[in-house]
């Protein structure tokens, strides 16, 4: 593993936005009542195309698939120089969502922009197929990726900490939907199942944050927001939205509170379309940020709020949202802290999406 406290090369510039950011980030983090938002202000940019995925061999063409991506976000991070949003400059390795599992050995299939992991298990005796091992081709694809971004650095990012699954999200990768099945009719199997995906995300997560960069005492996610110290995130559990609450709250949540224990801080991203698990989920010790993506045919989460208040505990929460929807909805931000993404039109709205967050935010300077 590489020195997980090696600190990034940053110019002037960004060294001082991440002292400010920082600082933003640890009041928000640490505050004892609602009504403190943090934003990142995503503007449009000219950005040079990035082929499909799937015309790439990755064996090959790991250098170059990762250079025509970080060539499309440089000019995302430009337009935005000198906005003093909550969002830092950040990459990773990103092939879609296969390298969440596939570094046990799995096959992928990829597709034109994003890659799906090809199920392993097909019953208990297949266990012993997934490997606890550096040279799986796809974490060697993500330690090399990492590197080779490492190579690339100049001072204008960071290396960003891409995320991984929790213990039943990952059961259900490997084993595909067959993983239903199990959890009601072969029962310890799926706890033998949990047991391993838990035991395998231990020895495979402390590598993925040592390839990423070390920012003071915390990490930049795929957001490109800062948390720490020793966080663990961003965690899936896409499973559990197909799981009624009592199978998630057997198979699910007792694996996430293992999986969590030793973590200052916990990520975790859920979708608004089945909220049903996660008045379970926000009893989870340390978690800072509940992620709340938007599906298709559901309401933003900024107009649903009360619904997703509800389901959520005392949970700060983080969603998108156009800079339109904030304007209408801004003043309805107060019973909870926030982490917003929004999209902006352009960098002159982005400047007037900022102030009205920083004018109607609790202050965190």
């Keep these: ?137 796809w974490c060697r694809y993500m330690r090399e990726g990492y590197e080779h971004l490492r190579r690339r650095q100049d001072g204008s990012f960071l290396l960003a900490v891409r995320g991984t699954m929790s213990p039943m999200d ?29 035991r395998a995300l231990g020895w495979y997560y402390p590598r993925l944050v040592s390839w990423a960069d070390r920012v003071e005492d915390g990490q930049v996610f795929l957001f490109g927001g800062w948390l720490g110290p020793d966080c663990i995130g961003h965690l899936s559990n896409d499973a559990a939205m197909l799981c009624a609450p009592e199978v998630y709250g057997e198979f699910g949540l007792p694996y996430e509170r293992e999986q969590t224990a030793g973590h ?10 089945k909220l049903h698990f996660l008045p379970q989920l926000a009893t989870l010790p340390k978690l800072a940020l509940l992620e709340i993506s938007t599906d298709p045919q559901t309401p933003p989460p900024i107009e649903d709020l009360a619904r997703i208040e509800a389901a959520t505990g005392s949970a700060n929460l983080r969603f998108a949202a156009t800079s339109d929807a904030l304007r209408a909805h801004i003043g309805g931000l107060t019973r909870r802290n926030f982490y917003l993404d929004v999209r902006c039109r352009d960098r002159r709205d982005a400047e007037d999406v900022l102030a009205l967050v920083r004018d109607r935010s609790k202050p965190l300077e």
């Excluded at 698939?65 to 440089?74: H, I, M, P, V």
């Excluded at 490997?174 to 706890?191: I, N, T, W, Y």
Aim: glycine content about 6%; aromatic content about 6%; charged content about 25%.
């Design 264 to 273: 200052g801080m916990v990520l975790y991203h859920a979708h608004n379309q």
């Design 170 to 198: 990952l059961a259900n990768a490997v084993r595909g939907d067959e993983l239903f099945v199990d959890l009601l009719a072969e029962p310890e199997f799926a706890h033998r199942l949990m047991a391993f995906c838990l």
């Design 1 to 137: 593993m590489t020195d997980a406290t090696r600190a990034a090369p940053m110019s002037p510039a960004l060294a001082a936005k991440v002292r400010r950011v920082v600082a933003r980030s640890r009041r928000f983090y640490s505050a004892p009542e609602p009504g403190h938002i943090l934003v990142n202000c995503k503007v449009p940019a000219e950005t040079p195309p990035v082929p499909p995925l799937l015309e790439f061999d990755l064996d090959r063409q790991l250098g170059e698939w990762l250079d025509l991506n970080l060539a499309a976000d440089r000019p995302r991070w430009a337009v935005k120089e000198g906005l003093d949003d909550d969002a830092l400059p950040a990459a990773c390795p990103y092939f879609g969502i296969a390298e969440h599992s596939a570094w046990l050995g799995l096959e992928v299939r990829l597709q034109e922009a994003t890659s799906l992991p090809v199920p392993a298990v097909n019953g208990p005796d297949d266990l012993g197929r997934l490997t606890l091992d550096e040279g799986n081709r």
